[in-house]
């Protein structure tokens, strides 16, 4: 059958499984009424019938317009995957290398603000002592020693200054942040006694959806308590 006449719905393709129904109706009814029987000698040999039918079932439904139908479906669906794989593939490849450049950018700048702010906060720390150290002499000469050396000795506030409104060098809408990615479940013990302890979690650990895992345990920021090893990373977002 040509490629371009698959059916796309199963009113379209029931007249390629009516020979096919007729037949297998047969057989289900066999069946349903040996499988009651209690074995015998005759019931036996009736089963040996059904299986040689059920056989011929088979090898005929392989011959069918059916089978051809789903075989130019499986060769089609293959090439057209092929195809849409090579069509995407360079540009997922591109957007890789992007968010790979993208982060080491991030990181680098974070750094380098970092570097700043601590650089800015380290001036303020010299202010605030060169402060203290005015104001202790005022009380000094004002005749207060006492409380010009407790004030010298009494701890400075601590300084934490922010990140510039506008840092230099960052890229708008780009943007990093901590995911936790999944590697490995714990041992088989560890898993079965946190099964225990929480049945509702079966279906994420035996079925889980794509990045569940990784968004789950990044919305906990590490600390959900599931049996598996887990890599902190930074990603990087792209909302231009």
Known sequence: MPETQLPTSESAARPMFAQLDTSLNALQARFQELRVKTPTRMVVEEVKTLDTDAKAYLSAAEASDARKAVDSAFKVHRFLSGMFKKATDPATEIRRWCSGTLARWEQARREEADRERRKREEEAREVQEDQRLEEAAHLEAQGHVEEAKAHLESPLPPVALPD????????????????????????????????????????????????????RMTAAKGLWDFPAVFTKELETRNRG
């Open 164 to 215: 510039e409104k506008e840092p230099a060098g960052k890229i708008a809408g780009v943007s990093t942040i901590e995911v936790y990615k999944f590697r490995e479940l714990l041992a088989p013990k560890v898993v079965v006694a946190w099964l225990v302890q929480h049945p509702e979690e079966i279906l994420a650990l035996f079925d889980p959806k794509p990045g569940e895992l990784k968004r």
